[in-house]
């Protein structure tokens, strides 16, 4: 797990005790371990002295698991929890990309569970890919992938995007000074780029084709103000009262 430059500095500014939980990391050790050995210890470290900051990268709950455990341990023990919100990966994804991902709708996944339970793939609307880096291992590694890891996750793609289908692979660089580093390659070309796709790597697969055909009687209502008015109340709604 590569740290943001100058975290640990940052954190030191703010905190009177900062614990490095990137210590339970190990080569082939399973992931879950280290996730729970991370919670237990957020967990010793309430118990002791309150309150306390778990820190992860991007946001807390997106494709994160110790923020759960450490919810869930936390309950059982009656020590209170808040959850703030951080920056994604998959915020960043979409300024880098340039993507409203209200335009064609989206799907997102993780590439291992994607083969495990054989999701169906909407070719229609766009697609994230989480920890393709990391596809079929729940143990943590920093090798360099070789390209037969990805044969398996390439074909079952081709089962619902032509090979000639362009991807994107996706790394925001932790320095908020440096560029990410995105590659472009098709869907059969991804083995190819095995070495580049490391586990911090999201891929971002563009639809395959976009739905043009409209339902007429929703379209024909859009702009249609009897429509709302006969659909709403004529007062304007309050925000914030109840
Ligand atoms: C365990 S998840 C953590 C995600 C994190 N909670 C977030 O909101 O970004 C790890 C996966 O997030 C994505 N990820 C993490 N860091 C990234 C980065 N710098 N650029 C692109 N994707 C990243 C990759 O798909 C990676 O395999």
Redesign the pocket.
């Known amino acids: 797990v590569e740290k943001a430059p100058g975290i640990e500095l940052y954190f030191q500014s703010r905190c009177p005790q900062v614990t490095d939980l990137t210590v339970y990391y190990a080569e082939d050790k399973h992931r879950e371990q280290t996730y729970r050995e991370m919670a237990s210890r957020v967990i010793d470290s309430a118990l002791k002295k309150r309150p306390v900051a778990f820190a992860?990268?991007?946001?807390?709950t997106?494709?994160?698991y110790p923020p759960f455990l450490v919810r869930e341990m936390a309950a059982q023990l009656g020590l209170k929890v808040k959850i703030l919100p951080?920056i994604?990966?998959?915020d960043?994804?979409f300024a880098d990309l340039a993507i409203d991902p209200s335009v064609n709708g989206i799907q997102m996944f993780e590439a291992t569970d994607i083969l495990l339970r054989r999701h169906q793939l909407n070719s229609s609307a766009a697609t994230l890919?989480?920890?393709?880096?990391?596809v079929c291992t729940a143990l943590y590694s920093t090798t360099v992938s070789t390209p037969s890891r990805f044969f398996g996750f390439r074909d079952y793609l081709l089962s619902f995007y032509p090979g000639d289908h362009k991807v994107y692979s996706?790394?925001?660089?932790?320095h908020p000074m440096l560029k990410?580093e995105i590659h472009e390659f098709t869907v059969e070309e991804l083995p190819e780029f095995a070495e580049i796709l490391h586990?911090?790597?999201?891929l971002y697969i563009p639809p395959a084709k976009i739905i043009r055909e409209f339902d007429s009687d929703i379209a024909e209502v859009l702009a249609d103000t009897n429509h709302l008015r006969a659909n709403t109340r004529r007062h304007k709604v309050a925000s914030g009262s109840t």
């Open positions: 992860v990268y991007g946001h807390p997106i494709y994160a951080g994604s990966a998959m960043c994804l890919v989480w920890q393709i880096g990391s996706y790394f925001a660089n932790p990410a586990a911090a790597v999201t």
